[in-house]
Every structure is written in structure tokens, then in C-alpha cells.
């Protein structure tokens, strides 16, 4: 291999460590973002001149050309609310093609030396791990099967048995590397990565998108050594290290217990049920009503959360807030860490809707605000404000920290349904007599109460 | 220095870069961090380029492919949809913007 091949390796690993430093700070966020796309250009470029030979140039490229696209499409079309499963998409097919590499390399070389050995191993169980693991994620975001957590019957031991098959499985394929073994670990190790993931629900699934996506890094970083290629050493492990850094910061500010996530698929926790609330009375009003409570309160929190997203009311909100402003009346956002899917998700939703910036309030900042504030309106939010957060020591969200909205003189839910948030329980402040809730659809209900205080 | 320290070296100080860069990142910016990071580790479509192009068998040649497809999608996806989640961040100016009737 070349010096200059050596050169631009090096001068993309630079490149990387720059990328993930910008992404750390608002300001350098998306240059950070461009160099990285920078030094993973140089990298592909360089590739073709690292004496690889012009065997199969032509699928190659055609290869490189088609996912390119398909990449390029999938992320302009998808929508603002869509992102974090499409992110679990793609680090699922990240993990897919490090462990299909190292499977590759098994077939060519055959038998390598035992750190050879151990490495491939290890891509083939990761990659494949983060891969089955960040379909399920996808289909749980998508809402293509349930978002909560399942449990299914002696899947605790399932899991233990598969994890210690897929451990004698690598073992023994270190000690005689043959073909038939490697694809019986591969199974395993997809059908781990899927028990792995099944029990997670609600607010635990972007903290498992983190962790596979750190996953993934190491089993690129091992494929690197497979290869001996130290560009893919370095990148992977960066990607790995920083993963594994951004993985406990996201647990700690929801409040998760990292080991709970990481070890949920060996406990048989029992998941608190729905209860059989559905029956108690709530009170509910019409949109005058609503646009009246507002329209004369001093000071207003507006929390919204993933339903305001579904129902791209974003800009409703922001002419409700807007109008609102207008009569004098005190707005700020409280925004969750995990408001819509993702920590930082709401932030970036609202912005899209052009909410200006310093009416955004973290958690910390607006809770002690609470208890001074005439009317909270949640839309499209349930988990962030159930305080069965605080009090109920057997609900899956038990200490997350959460928006202190029971401490308000009113609040007001606009909610579809009595249908339980993302993580399935059930909020008992939708029962407390100073609850007001309006039904419906968050747009068509934001639009009516806007109609409704223009009125007034 | 044998090669596999050599090795060994550039893994564990990669380490302790990954683990120090990304140490003070605010909550607001932990999705486009990890889907950045996401993208970077789609830099495996180098592998599989290479294990493509010395491939002598149809079979490799297709798993080789699919390799190449899927690391491309990762990277060049990743990059983008990080992008257009950071261009909701750019800074804007103070009054209300044009109302968008949607």
C-alpha cells in the first residue's frame, strides 16, 4: 500500500476525530458533520488506489452508486418525526456489513492466525447482534409491532441460552474455524440481538439505539483488524468509545438505570399493567372553554411532546403561542430531555416550525416555574408528565426525571385518546380534578382553540 | 514494534479520543451526535470494497456487493439525515418568521 493511500487514511481519521468533536457543540455542530462526510470521501476515494486490484470494478461502483442513492432518498424523504428509526435503520445495516465482511474474509482466507480468528468472530456476533437488534428497534419506532416492552413466556432462559450457545459457538469457531459453525453463530447471534431488544420499551429504545450504535463501531473496528486496515480500526473504535460516552450521558439524563436497559432481556421484570382506570371519570371541555382558560391566565407552559409531532401541529402551536403573547399573557416551551423520541428530538421539531429558540425552556430551568403557572398545556405528551415517575416504584418509567405539571393551578391535556403514552402506563393525572382534557386530534384541536381566542 | 502492538497502540488511544471528544455535549445535541456517529461507522463500505475487488467466486462476489450497498447507504445516509437535522439549528433572525400555512 501506498504512503499517500497511508496519507489520506490519516488525514480521514483527523477528519472523523473533527467531526465528532464539532458535533459536541451547537455552534460547530453541522461543519463537524460536513468534515466527516469530508474524510469518508478521501477514504472511499483513497481505497481504489491501495493496490486493491480492478477485480469487479464495475459492481463495485455501481454497488456504491445504488446505496449512495438509496441513502440519499431514504434521508431527504423522511420525516422530521421518522428520524431516530431511520438512525436505527441505518446503524442496523452498518452492524450487516461489518459482520458480512468479516464472513467474507472467513471464506477467503479460511483458517488465519487466532487473533485473525477471535477478531472475525467477534464482527460476525456484533455486527450481527446490532443488526437484528436495530430492525427491531425500526419496527418498534414504526410502530410496525408494539412499542412496549414484550415479554415473552421463559424468555428469560431463552436469552440465557442463546447467549451461552452463541459464547460456546465463537469459542469453538476459534478453536476449528469451519464454515458450517460460522453461519449456525451467525443465527445466534441475530436471534440474541433480537431477544435483546424485545423487552425494551418506551423511553428505554433510543438508549439501545445509542448502545447498538456503538455496537456497531467496534465491530467495524474489529473487521479493521480483520483487514488490516487501520483507518477502519480507528473509526470504529471512535465510534465505539464516543458511543458508549453518549449512551450513559442519555441514560443519566433520563434517569435510567443503564444496567436495566443492557440487562432487561435477562430479568423477567413484569411490566406494571394498564390498569383498569379506563372507566374513571375525567373531566373533559371544548375548545372555547380551553381558548377562555388561556386567554386569561397570566403565565402559560406549553409541553409538547411526540403526538404534537404526529400531528404536525408545530406551527399551530407556535400561532397559539404567538397569540397568546399578544394579549400579554407569559409563554415559555418545557421542553423533556426526551420530548418526542430522542434527547434534543422536540428541540429540533420546534425549530423546524421557526419557535424562537429562548422560548424554550429545559427541564431544569422551568421546572421550579410550575408552581407559579396558571394553566399547563400538555399536547400530544403523556410519559414526561406522569408522575407515576416519581410515586409508583413498579412503573417501567420509575425515576425519570419528569415535568412538574401536577404542580400548576390547571392543566390542560389535549390528547387523542385515553389511549397510554409510548411506555404503556397509565397517568393518573389525567384523573385529578384539575386536569381538563380536549380530545382529539392535536392540530384539529390547536386550530379550534386558536379560531376559538381569536374570538374571545 | 511488531505490527500488532502497532495495532493495539492506535485502538486504545482511539479509545480514550472517542471517550474525550464527545464528553461535554449538551442534551439537545445527543440525536444529531449519534446519528453523526452513526455515519461515521459507515466507513466499513472500505471493507467491503476490498474484500469485493479480490473476491474470485460468484458467491463472494454477491455478498461482497451486498456489503457495499448496505455500508454505502449507512454512510452517505447517515451523513445527510445528520445534516438535515442540523440545518433546524441555524441560527435565525429575532422576529417571528413568515407564517407558514400548513
Do not use: C
Not at chain 1, 473509526?235 to 439524563?253: F, I, N, R
Not at chain 1, 410519559?383 to 400548576?408: E, F, H, Q, S
Not at chain 1, 390542560?412 to 411506555?423: C, D, H, N, T, Y
Amino acid at each position: 500500500m501506498s504512503v499517500w493511500v497511508q496519507l489520506a487514511y490519516l488525514i480521514a481519521a483527523i477528519l472523523f476525530i473533527l467531526a465528532l468533536k464539532g458535533l459536541s457543540s451547537p455552534k460547530n455542530a453541522r461543519n463537524g458533520n460536513l468534515m466527516g462526510a469530508l474524510g469518508a470521501l478521501v477514504a472511499t476515494v483513497a481505497v481504489f488506489f491501495s493496490g486493491i486490484g480492478t477485480r469487479n470494478l464495475p459492481v463495485i461502483l455501481i454497488a456504491i452508486a445504488v446505496g449512495s442513492i438509496v441513502g440519499i432518498i431514504a434521508s431527504r424523504r423522511v420525516k422530521m418525526t421518522a428520524m431516530p428509526q431511520l438512525v436505527a435503520l441505518f446503524n442496523g445495516v452498518g452492524g450487516g456489513a461489518a459482520a458480512l465482511i468479516s464472513v467474507i474474509e472467513f471464506l477467503h482466507a479460511g483458517e488465519g492466525s487466532i487473533p485473525a480468528l477471535i477478531a472475525t468472530v467477534f464482527t460476525v456476533v456484533i455486527g450481527a447482534i446490532s443488526f437484528s437488534g436495530s430492525i427491531v428497534t425500526f419496527l418498534k419506532l414504526q410502530e410496525l409491532m408494539t412499542s412496549r416492552p414484550v415479554v415473552i413466556p421463559a424468555g428469560r432462559w431463552i436469552t440465557i441460552l442463546v447467549a451461552v450457545a452463541t459464547v460456546v459457538a465463537a469459542v469453538w469457531l476459534v478453536i476449528s474455524p469451519m464454515t458450517w459453525l460460522l453461519i449456525v453463530l451467525l443465527v445466534l447471534a441475530l436471534f440474541f440481538g433480537v431477544l435483546f431488544v424485545l423487552p425494551v420499551g418506551g423511553a428505554d429504545v433510543p438508549i439501545v439505539i445509542s448502545l447498538l450504535n456503538a455496537f456497531t463501531g467496534l465491530s467495524v473496528a474489529a473487521s479493521g483488524y480483520v483487514l488490516d486496515n487501520v483507518l477502519l480500526i480507528v473509526a470504529g473504535t471512535l465510534v465505539g468509545a464516543s458511543g458508549t460516552v453518549l449512551t450513559s450521558l442519555m441514560a443519566k439524563a433520563m434517569g435510567r438505570p443503564l444496567t436495566s436497559t443492557l440487562f432487561g432481556a435477562f430479568s423477567a421484570k413484569a411490566v406494571t399493567a394498564a390498569g383498569s382506570g379506563e372507566d374513571r371519570p375525567v373531566r373533559s371541555a371544548g375548545p372555547n372553554d380551553v381558548a377562555i382558560m388561556l386567554g386569561f391566565a397570566s403565565k402559560v407552559i406549553l409541553v409538547p411532546g411526540y403526538g404534537l409531532a404526529v400531528a404536525q401541529a408545530q406551527s399551530t402551536l407556535r400561532e397559539l403561542a404567538d397569540l397568546l403573547t399578544e394579549r400579554g399573557v407569559t409563554v415559555d416551551y418545557a421542553i423533556h430531555p426526551v420530548a418526542g423520541r430522542m434527547p434534543g428530538h422536540m428541540n429540533v421539531l420546534l425549530a423546524e416550525a421557526s419557535v424562537p429558540y429562548d422560548q424554550l425552556k429545559e427541564m431544569d430551568e422551568i421546572n421550579p416555574e410550575f408552581s407559579s403557572t396558571d394553566v399547563v398545556l400538555v399536547v400530544g405528551a403523556n410519559d414526561v408528565v406522569n408522575p407515576a415517575a416519581r410515586a409508583d416504584k413498579t412503573a417501567p418509567i420509575y425515576g425519570m426525571p419528569i415535568l412538574d405539571v401536577d404542580a400548576a393551578h390547571q392543566v390542560v391535556f389535549l390528547k387523542r385518546s385515553m389511549r397510554p403514552g409510548f411506555a404503556g402506563i397509565e397517568n393518573e393525572l389525567l384523573f385529578d380534578p384539575k386536569t381538563t382534557l380536549l380530545f382529539g386530534d392535536a392540530k384539529d384541536s390547536l386550530t379550534k382553540v386558536v379560531a376559538a381566542l381569536k374570538s374571545t | 514494534m511488531s505490527p500488532e502492538i502497532g495495532l493495539l497502540t492506535i485502538f486504545i488511544l482511539s479509545i480514550f479520543v472517542g471517550f474525550e471528544v464527545v464528553s461535554k455535549v449538551s442534551t439537545v445535541l445527543h440525536t444529531p451526535l449519534m446519528s453523526g456517529a452513526n455515519a461515521i461507522h459507515g466507513i466499513v463500505l472500505i471493507g467491503g470494497i476490498i474484500v469485493t475487488a479480490q473476491s474470485e467466486s460468484v458467491g463472494v462476489t454477491i455478498l461482497g456487493v451486498i456489503a457495499i450497498l448496505l455500508g454505502a447507504i449507512n454512510l452517505v445516509g447517515g451523513f445527510v439525515v445528520t445534516d438535515r437535522m442540523l440545518e433546524m439549528f441555524k441560527p435565525r433572525a429575532k422576529a417571528p418568521a413568515k407564517e407558514d400555512s400548513r
